[in-house]
């Protein structure tokens, strides 16, 4: 196993000792998992889980439902996620090619392969690597590996990394190390937030009781 990948897999037994299983992620369908994972963009889960609330609580977490509400009126809906006025225009983007291309089915817009699924997500104005990979991997079930802000200063911090290594490159070291597993990916990214979160932060770090000191 090339250096790399052996380094890899020593921080994901660790983190997952460490913490344990995450069952990433949160949400009841697949269609609220998507719905998270736009509203998500620049803001914590807990401004997430009002917005999400909000809808679930005047029954508008259906894409029928959803798709039929004037813009500004579904802004108002998920104001706590922030941003609200431009991921409700992402949330809608989104929509419309459900509906138009994919007869409003969330089901046949994921059966389509990964690559061409993630091209599609990717062509939806509003949304970029992340929050496409996200859906794939949460919502579509489909084997992809998620790279965020953690994942990148996690990995530059142990050297495993330059500091100009792109998206495509990072997701691509995870990918050639790990066989195509929809679980272990989902777990991996979850871990390495989680690390993020709590001990890797941008700033002052907690390197000394990090789960991952010395490695």
């Not at 609220?32 to 679930?56: C, F, R």
């Not at 459900?98 to 817009?109: D, V």
């Not at 690559?115 to 991997?137: C, H, N």
């Not at 590996?145 to 530059?156: K, S």
Request: glycine share 6%.
């Amino acid at each position: 196993m090339p250096a790399q990948a052996e380094r890899l897999a020593i921080l994901y037994r660790r983190l997952y000792k460490h913490f344990g299983p995450q069952d990433w992620w949160p949400g009841e369908t697949a269609f609220e998992v998507v719905v998270g994972a736009i509203l998500t963009q620049n803001t914590n889960w807990k401004n997430v889980e009002k917005a999400i609330s909000n809808l679930k609580q005047a029954g508008l977490l259906n894409l029928p439902a959803m798709l039929a509400l004037p813009r500004e009126v579904l802004a108002e809906y998920i104001r706590p996620a922030g941003y609200y006025n431009i991921k409700a225009g992402r949330l809608r983007n989104l929509l419309i090619l459900i509906a138009e291309q994919h007869n409003g089915s969330l089901e046949a817009l994921f059966s389509l392969p990964l690559d061409e699924l993630r091209r599609q997500l990717l062509a939806v104005k509003g949304i970029g690597p992340e929050t496409a990979d996200s859906i794939i991997l949460y919502a579509a079930a489909q084997p992809i590996f998620v790279v965020d802000t953690y994942t990148h200063r996690i990995l530059l911090r142990h050297d495993l990394i330059d500091e100009d290594t792109d998206y495509h490159s990072l997701q691509e070291l995870f990918m050639d190390s790990f066989p195509p597993d929809v679980d272990q990916y989902g777990e991996f990214h979850a871990l390495l937030v989680r690390t993020g979160n709590q001990f890797c932060k941008k700033t002052n770090p907690r390197c000394d009781i990090c789960p991952l000191q010395g490695v």
